[in-house]
Structure formats: structure tokens, C-alpha cells
């Protein structure tokens, strides 16, 4: 079946560092969005990528979809102590299904 | 207040006894669908909902019930609860289909003894 992979698992960086995470698809994905989960909280959207190469960005937060609508990425730069949390993936497959990828995990050292 | 709401945030129960888990939201959204979040596995669908009275299997069903009887409801029912159900639960609802984003509930922690 459809699977979405992210990596890194977790990610630790000191504040000021910049942070990246990646999602790969094994199919082709109609759409994939972000969301991010607080400590203790729940997940929130961030923002939803259509378009093969399409790039959005968020003050600090860059978002990328792969020309072949496959994988995606989300780029924080300078991170801050805000920015604690897991990030997640979810891409919506041809069976209209949506897989959210396992997260990645970021912890900032002041 | 835009929310989803869902009942109990905490529940300790024992093999076998039934519970329900409600959820309900403000916004007249269509879809509505069910999560579990296991450490290390991130969030799996249970159910969900494309609309009131239409219900169909995510990625891991097995064990769990829902109904869609109402727009705004969408109760999870584990009829015969057993310890590997232990875990933390998240509803969600978006207008349409899957091309909304999802707006999640605060989460319930069931633990299953």
C-alpha cells in the first residue's frame, strides 16, 4: 500500500540553526500538507502543497513539492525555541486515502 | 469559537468494557475522521467520514466502530476495548473531501488495563 516516509526521526539543532525535514512517497500524490504538533498538543496545519515544484513560504518556514509529486520538504530557517515540536507530513494518494508520515521531532538547544 | 470537541480527554478502562468516544464540531464540516497516535508511529486513520450517513476504513480499523448519523457528530465505539487499543486518539474535521486542512481535537488518552 501507499507510504509516506519522513526523516529525520528527531532532530536536534541550536536555536539559530536551520532545520529540515523530508517526506517521500512511494506514489504519486495529489496533494501533501504540514501540520505541527506542540508538546502535549495537537496538530495544527501549516500549509498544503498542488502543484508539481510548487513553493510556499511562511516567515521563516519554506515548503517545496517535488516536480514529481512524490516528495516535499519544509525548511526552517534560524530556528527559535518556538519552533519546538513534530512536524508531520500527510499526502493524499490516488485512492483519495491520506498517510501521514511518521514526524519529525525537533528539539532546539538555547 | 471554530472547535472540535471531543469527550473524554482521559479515560483508564478495563479489557472488554465498551466505551464511546464523542466528537463533535461547530464549523458544518463534511469530513470528519478518527486517529490514533502511537510513539514512533506517528498518526494512523481509523475511520472516517466524507458526509453524513457515509463512513469508510482508514489504515487500521480493526477493533473500532463509527457512526455518522449527524453532520456535526462522529463518535468512535470500541466495543470490546483491549490493551494494544491503548492509545492517544485525535478527531478531525475539514469542509470537503481531502484537499481541506484538517482541524484536529484536543485528543483523548485512553489506557486499556
Known amino acids: 500500500g501507499q507510504q509516506v516516509m519522513q526523516i529525520p526521526q528527531y532532530q536536534h539543532v541550536q536555536e539559530g540553526e536551520d532545520f529540515t525535514t523530508y517526506c517521500n512517497s512511494s506514489t504519486t500524490l495529489s496533494n501533501i500538507q504540514w501540520y505541527k504538533q506542540r508538546p502535549g498538543g495537537h496538530p495544527v496545519f501549516l500549509i498544503q502543497?498542488?502543484?508539481?515544484?510548487e513553493v510556499k513560504k511562511q516567515k521563516r518556514l519554506t515548503f517545496q513539492f517535488g516536480e514529481a509529486k512524490k516528495n516535499s520538504s519544509l525548511h526552517i530557517t534560524a530556528t527559535q525555541t518556538t519552533d519546538v515540536g513534530t512536524y508531520f507530513c500527510?499526502?493524499?494518494?490516488?485512492?483519495?486515502?491520506?498517510?501521514f508520515g511518521k514526524g519529525t521531532r525537533l528539539h532546539i538547544l538555547p | 469559537e471554530a472547535q472540535v470537541t471531543q469527550n473524554p480527554r482521559y479515560l483508564i478502562t478495563v479489557t472488554g468494557k465498551k466505551l464511546t468516544v464523542t466528537c463533535s464540531q461547530n464549523m458544518n464540516h463534511e469530513y470528519m475522521s478518527w486517529y490514533r497516535q502511537d510513539p514512533g508511529l506517528g498518526l494512523r486513520q481509523i475511520y472516517y467520514?466524507?458526509?453524513?450517513?457515509?463512513?469508510d476504513k482508514g489504515d487500521v480499523p480493526e477493533g473500532y466502530k463509527v457512526s455518522r448519523k449527524e453532520k456535526r457528530n462522529f463518535p468512535l465505539i470500541l466495543e470490546s476495548p483491549s490493551p494494544n487499543q491503548t492509545s492517544l486518539y485525535f478527531c478531525?474535521?475539514?469542509?470537503?473531501?481531502?484537499?481541506?486542512?484538517?482541524?484536529f481535537g484536543d485528543g483523548t488518552r485512553l489506557s486499556i488495563l
Open positions: 500527510a499526502g493524499r494518494g490516488r485512492d483519495d486515502k491520506i498517510i
Open positions: 467520514s466524507m458526509n453524513v450517513e457515509v463512513t
Open positions: 502543497l498542488v502543484k508539481s515544484g
Open positions: 478531525a474535521s475539514s469542509f470537503t473531501g481531502l484537499s481541506q486542512p484538517q482541524h
